[in-house]
């Protein structure tokens, strides 16, 4: 099965790191990436990391893969107002073309407080 | 950098009409188009897989005759619910592919477009 689950909520307050974490269920993933969701708006891509890696780190944002427990996270350094949306975590099998679809995970609010 | 668009972004209709959503690629070729779903305060759900030129591959539940899909270009692809009804209101997401897709193969979203059923 393709389930990906997340927590639904975070609040965080500005200045302060935020780690959203992100549990999947098939180890055949390739791909695994961080989008961001703003109010009424489609998706952005934030980040994305391949299967073989532990770690990648793109400016404020850290993304850990566990792929033995098949965990995923994304943390937000000095997390801003700005930052404050739906962060959705997306696994993809297979390697080549565009029609290796994505499994979104349910979503995390994220919430940021002055 | 990549850019979908969808129109249009709100469209409220009356139940048994159909409405027409389309999704372009502005500035580059897509291969694939994907449609997606997203009720309030839920995931995306995939609907259908849209190759430019071929018949959309739909996914499981998803009816084919009530959500048709076009994808005559590379550009365009089109997705139309037919005698809509209350229950199928809901912000419906287009994504897009590069022809020559990078490695990590990232799917362009397009801003969505609500579409509310009286």
């Known amino acids: 099965g393709e389930d990906v689950e997340q927590s639904l909520f975070l609040s965080v307050r500005e200045g302060d790191s935020s780690v959203i974490n992100c549990t999947y269920t098939d180890s055949s993933s390739t791909y695994l990436y961080w989008y961001k969701q703003e109010p009424g708006a489609g998706l952005q891509l934030l980040t994305y990391i391949f299967s073989n890696m532990d770690m990648k780190q793109d400016q404020r944002l850290t993304v850990l893969l566990n792929k033995k427990d098949k965990h995923l996270s994304l943390r937000i350094a000095d997390t801003q107002t700005g930052d404050s949306a739906i962060y959705f975590c997306?696994?993809?099998?297979?390697?080549?073309?565009?029609?290796?679809?994505?499994?979104f995970g349910t979503g995390t609010q994220l919430k940021v407080e002055l | 950098g990549a850019v979908v668009s969808q129109h249009p972004s709100r469209v409220i209709c009356k139940s048994g009409t159909s409405v027409k959503i389309e999704c372009r690629s502005l500035d580059f070729q897509a291969t694939t188009m994907f449609w997606y779903r997203q009720f309030p305060k839920q995931s995306l759900m995939l609907m259908a897989t849209s190759n430019e030129g071929s018949k959309a591959t739909y996914e499981q539940g998803v009816e084919k005759d009530k959500f048709l899909i076009n994808h005559a270009s590379l550009t365009l692809s089109t997705l139309t619910v037919t005698s809509a009804h209350p229950e199928d209101s809901s912000f419906y997401i287009c994504?897009?592919?590069?022809?020559?897709?990078?490695?990590?193969?990232?799917?362009?979203f397009g801003p969505g477009t609500r579409l509310t059923v009286l």
């Open positions: 994504s897009a592919s590069l022809v020559a897709p990078s490695s990590y193969n990232e799917q362009f």
């Open positions: 997306a696994e993809r099998m297979g390697l080549t073309g565009g029609g290796n679809k994505l499994t």
